[in-house]
């Protein structure tokens, strides 16, 4: 029996914590929160001043009971789970469910799992800290009460099974919001004029010198008009401005600022870049990841040190400590870093080298010496004109923290670095290369990818380090919003050349708005959206969010009580819910497109049952209306009438095989080719549209070839057992329940009687057939056949 009883929060954390503790301690872990609001009801005692009715949940009973029989034969429990909110409303939930006494129990926090860090720790420890619990509690009362409130709502106005959040809902209206925005957008086209001069250097040599106007033309005339005056026109060079210039390190990591860095660099989703810093952290590699400061730790600071002038010498150190930014920044006391800086790299997956990697270059980076550079700008005047041409160059005099890293930017385009220049003299004559004028376009605004969704949020104050992972999945889970790629769209463009004294006029073509991992709203998501917005303005107001936010900071620092912000809100939200419950309007998100040009009737589109479609006719007519899904690219908002006029075409024949017609048309999973009684699912790059007859065959030959290599063998007289090829390699399914088949065994050896053992043995596979033990004894062998005599 352990003197000491030490909780954390994770299996992984209690292993490490485990190594620098003596025989004297025994860590056990929680695994997360034991207990959360009653999931029957609303959880929440109204009448009892707003008192959350908490519940261990069915998974955590055994833990529980095992905790509570360690702590009993503690003589002292620490807990000692994560310093943020989350963390202390977690060893709060602990000390309540098992009973502890306050005079032994410790509470310890920690930012980092070193040793250092642990009886540091344990030397210090600290009662556990209520205002903090209160401010956790505050958020997920607040957000049962929204969620509960709003989404009976929009089961019966919207679509059954919908549910709404505060936080994800302002999080969709965002997304939403800039998808209008691109689709109001209408380009506007100008024209670039770059010139390539030539010269003659001070060794007799030609030297190239690339530059670009200006000033832009708006239209083709100006910018024709420009090159016609070049034709004669003489160059010269007019100034020549050399600037010194710093470029400075970015702070050490912040929770956001890591994951929209990962996504940038190591292409992570905000989840998966969570999920791997926890893993970091719980084996003690790097210190506490879900925070808003950039703050180091003077320890943090001389590591530093130690390790650039070890690396590159005294005069790449540069000392800083940063600033706060962020308003209300409070989850932890430190940026996220490594938690030794000696250790450059660490063992581990790739995905946890990799990003260990690119937080130990940060880290570093942040207290290097800025990098200095020399900017040079060469303008050259156009004789019979006033417009004047640049040329700009960059060179790196002393790297300083480029040595080891480079901050990325969501909006990086491809461009020509600036480079060095050539040496050039006030005054000097240039000839012409070529002068290029080129229709360029601007640019709409970008979609959200997650790390711009999560730099936006904590720009708006929406949300805190520990919400934004799961905000952004919770909206993605709801099917709000779809993480995917836009391919490339065709784009004329118009080039005008003026090359030895002639000028050239050519339209190309070229590949444009191509988009990956972006975020786009579904229409589900647009339909919820534009509900909540019209009926609960408050709630889907930006102002609000981030107000509610800093309410939050303020319970957190205990200046106000939790209970009476709860009910502020409250007493205002609720008669609001019930007025929109009784007097607001289905909501479909119609939207008319106009005239069917062949039936003379309305055509719209809206929300179904099933999904988006389109719609002939309204309810009200005689006539029936005729439907169309829409396919899994379109969507109401942007569908033109043309578009969905295309979608009543279908379904259509494409011809025949094997005596029977094929139809192509699109139901509720997406467009399909019927041929007799069975349906082929048609790829994504098929156009329903344009499918020939022989590309359908293809289709249907290939489906059955794929059917016929899955079935392996049956077994059972009536082939009860199906022995089959899966995607994660074979198995055997019986009664619509599959069985895993041990490694090492050939799935086309397999007999009658070994399956019925291998059913026996995973008993968890047929839980839910209640018959599953008679079914199996009645398999019977296929029947032989009778010998003939």
């Known amino acids: 029996m352990s003197k000491n009883l030490v909780i954390v929060e994770s299996p992984a954390k209690a292993k490490t914590i485990e190594k620098f503790l003596g025989k004297d301690y025994q ?102 800290d209520v205002n903090l619990v209160d401010a956790q509690q505050a958020r997920r009362v607040l957000d049962r009460i929204v969620g509960f409130e709003l989404s009976p709502i929009l089961w019966r106005k919207v679509r059954p099974s919908l549910s709404a959040g505060r936080v994800q809902s302002v999080a969709v209206r965002l997304i939403v919001d800039r998808e209008r925005e691109i689709n109001q957008f209408v380009p506007e086209a100008s024209y670039r004029v770059n010139a390539v001069f030539s010269s003659v250097d001070a060794n007799g040599k030609t030297v190239e010198l690339k530059a670009e106007l200006q000033q832009r033309f708006a239209i083709k005339v100006e910018a024709l008009a420009f090159l016609e005056t070049c034709k004669n026109a003489q160059f010269s060079i007019d100034d020549i401005i050399t600037k010194p210039a710093k470029k400075s390190p970015a702070p050490p990591f ?76 409070q989850e932890a006391h ?55 041409f640049v040329a700009s160059g960059e060179v790196i005099v002393f790297d300083g923290f480029l040595k080891v890293y480079m901050e990325s930017t969501d909006d990086e385009v491809d461009s020509e670095k600036e480079s060095l220049l050539p040496a050039m003299k006030n005054g000097e004559k240039l000839l012409t290369t070529e002068i290029v004028a080129q229709e360029r376009f601007s640019q709409k605004p970008p979609r959200y990818g997650e790390a711009s969704l999560v730099r936006k949020m904590e720009e708006l104050g929406i949300g805190r380090p520990s919400t934004y992972a799961p905000t952004i999945s919770t909206i993605q889970n709801r099917s709000y919003v779809e993480k995917g790629d836009r391919p490339a769209e ?16 050519k339209i190309k073509e070229e590949n444009a708005g191509a988009e990956k991992s972006k975020l786009f709203p579904t229409d589900i998501g647009t339909v919820v959206n534009d509900f909540l917005t019209e009926y609960f303005p408050t709630i889907l107001n930006y102002n609000f969010t981030a107000d509610v936010e800093k309410e939050f ?62 719609q002939i006719g309204t309810s009200e007519e005689e006539e029936k209306p005729l439907f169309a899904s829409l396919r899994k690219e379109q969507s109401i908002e942007s569908i033109t009438l043309d578009e969905a006029l295309d979608l009543f075409k279908l379904p259509r024949q494409i011809g025949e095989f ?109 839980a839910k057939k209640k018959a599953f033990g008679r079914k199996a004894a009645v398999i019977k062998p296929k029947a032989k056949a009778k010998s003939k005599k």
């Open 27 to 128: 860590v056990m872990s929680s695994f997360g929160h034991i207990r959360d609001l009653a999931e029957k009801g609303i959880g929440i005692d109204f009448e009892n001043n707003y008192q959350p009715q908490y519940v261990v949940s069915a998974d955590k009973k055994k833990t529980v009971s095992e905790l509570k029989k360690a702590s009993k034969d503690a003589e002292i429990v620490w807990l000692a789970s994560d310093e943020d909110r989350e963390g202390e409303a977690i060893a709060w939930h602990l000390y309540e469910e098992l009973k502890l006494k306050k005079d032994s129990t410790r509470r310890i926090v920690f930012h980092e799992i070193t040793k250092d860090a642990i009886l540091h720790a344990i030397e210090n420890p600290r009662d556990i």
């Open 254 to 329: 912040t929770t956001s600022t890591l994951q929209q860095e990962a996504a940038r660099k190591l292409g992570f989703s905000v989840a998966q870049t969570m999920q791997v810093a926890q893993r970091l952290y719980e084996a003690g590699k790097i210190t506490y990841m879900r925070t808003d400061s950039v703050n180091l730790s003077n320890l943090a600071l001389g590591a530093s040190k130690v390790e650039i002038i070890s690396m590159a010498g005294q005069k790449y150190v540069h000392i800083r400590k940063f600033n706060n930014k962020t308003k209300g920044a």
């Open 334 to 388: 430190e940026a996220i870093r490594p938690s030794y800086m000696n250790t450059h790299t660490v063992e581990g997956t790739v995905q946890e080298k990799r990003l260990y990697e690119l937080i130990w270059k940060r880290t570093i980076a942040s207290q290097m010496a800025d990098a200095e550079l020399e900017k040079t700008s060469i303008y050259i005047n156009v004789s019979g004109s006033q417009h004047q």
């Open 490 to 505: 065709k784009r004329e463009y118009n080039v005008l050349k003026l090359k030895v004294g002639k000028i050239t006029d």
């Open 553 to 614: 900071d303020s319970i957190a620092d205990g200046k106000i009580k939790w209970t009476k912000s709860i009910d502020k809100f409250y007493k205002k939200f609720h008669p609001i819910v019930e007025d929109t419950m009784k007097n607001s309007e289905r909501q479909v998100g119609e939207r008319i497109l106009g005239i069917d040009p062949t039936s003379g009737r309305q055509l719209s589109v809206k929300l179904g049952k099933y999904g988006p479609l389109a």
């Open 658 to 766: 094997e005596g029977k017609v094929m139809t192509v048309a699109i139901g509720r999973f997406g467009p399909y080719i019927r041929h007799d009684v069975s349906f082929y699912s048609l790829p994504k790059t098929d156009d329903p549209m344009e499918v020939t007859t022989e590309r359908a065959i293809e289709i249907i030959e290939e489906k059955r070839e794929v059917e016929k290599n899955r079935i392996i063998q049956t077994l059972g007289e009536n082939a009860e057992i199906q022995v089959l090829n899966g995607r994660f390699g074979p198995y055997f399914t019986c009664d619509k329940v599959n069985y895993k088949i041990p490694k090492g065994t050939d799935p086309a050896m397999l007999t009658l009687e070994r399956c019925q053992e291998l059913m026996a043995a995973q008993p968890e596979a047929g």
